[in-house]
């Protein structure tokens, strides 16, 4: 398969790496993405040294203007989730661009598993609710929810794609769910590697000069995009549903697949940045644990909850 022309990439995959001084995400042709998925906790985990989204609003907070990308599974099945039905996760994601009820044109969240837990057709309500109290973007590129799902509050918040010029750069979004769970108020999951072909075509020919899928499949289902694609798919895919860090890189296209560990323990740090070759990406692993202090905002709220 022909490689993308004027597209490459320099991994930069480490652990174990401490918070920098605040790095200005301002700069013309340079762009920030945060990266979290499976985050079932908004505490965090291990007695609260690790994790938890307090330390993912400090991560943040370096890098001003960063986008921020939850790859799925976040409103269930925590302690917290059963009393609340994920009230307290809205709440506090609602937090992690630091502004209290002003709605966050840089964060992307796509649709886990999990977020079907309560999945009988009475349970639709509470979705509903819940997308609508998010202060942030939801991608359902391959769901087809039945048509009553699609309130005027959905609608402002649930989108197919989103073409972002942030920066100097246009950036291209779009989410796919895999078909783990059938919920009553769902008709269906189209094919992954379909949407995923057509999402691309959209946003490349609406101007996109990068691509991005953010997904909660399988890593199989995943590399099998990049596979069978090639040049017509996206140029990364940052995923979730699996609970550990990975990485693979595509030999054909050195398209990347990119995953964190669950429960913000890590958080995926990339810089997409315009070089005379194109434009380049760098990828390292941010790990948040104890030594990152504490959004002071977030805890306060994690501490309410």
């Known amino acids: 398969m022909q490689r993308l022309t004027h597209i490459w990439l320099l991994l930069l995959f480490t652990s174990g790496c401490a918070l920098q001084s605040q790095i200005s995400n301002d700069a013309t042709d340079v762009v920030t993405l945060i990266a979290i998925n499976d985050v079932y906790r908004i505490e965090g985990v291990d007695a609260r040294r690790a994790g938890g989204l307090s330390r993912v609003r400090s991560l943040r907070a370096k890098t001003p203007n960063s986008l921020l990308l939850h790859a799925g599974d976040f409103l269930a099945p925590s302690l917290l989730s059963r009393s609340y039905q994920g009230e307290q996760m809205i709440g506090t994601m609602n937090l992690l661009d630091g502004l209290p009820g002003k709605f966050d044109p840089y964060m992307f969240v796509v649709f886990g598993n999990h977020e079907f837990d309560l999945s009988r057709h009475k349970d639709m309500a ?4 819940r997308i609508s109290e ?14 009553t799902f699609y309130s005027s509050e959905v609608l402002m918040r649930l989108k197919k794609s989103k073409l ?15 078909n783990y769970k059938q919920p009553d108020y769902i008709e269906g999951f189209a094919d992954p590697i379909r949407v995923a072909a057509e999402m691309t075509l959209h946003l490349r020919d609406a101007g996109a000069e990068y691509v991005i899928a953010l997904t909660h499949l399988t890593a199989r289902e995943d590399a099998e995009i990049l596979e069978r694609l ?9 995923g979730g549903h699996e609970h550990e860090r990975l990485q693979h890189l595509d030999p054909e296209t050195e398209k990347l697949v990119i995953k964190a560990d669950a429960e913000a323990r890590s958080a995926s740090r990339f810089t997409l940045k315009r070089a005379d070759s194109g434009l380049h ?3 390292e692993y941010v790990d ?13 709220t994690v501490d309410e909850w």
């Open 126 to 129: 509470t979705l509903q609710t």
């Open 288 to 300: 948040l644990d104890a030594s990152v202090i504490e959004d002071p905002l977030v805890k306060h």
């Open 230 to 238: 090639g040049a017509d798919g996206p140029d990364l895919i940052i």
């Open 164 to 178: 972002l010029h942030h920066n100097g750069i246009n950036i291209g979004i779009f989410g796919l769910t895999g």
């Open 281 to 283: 990406l760098e990828h």
């Open 134 to 147: 998010s202060e942030f973007t939801w991608l359902g590129s391959n769901i087809d929810f039945e048509p």
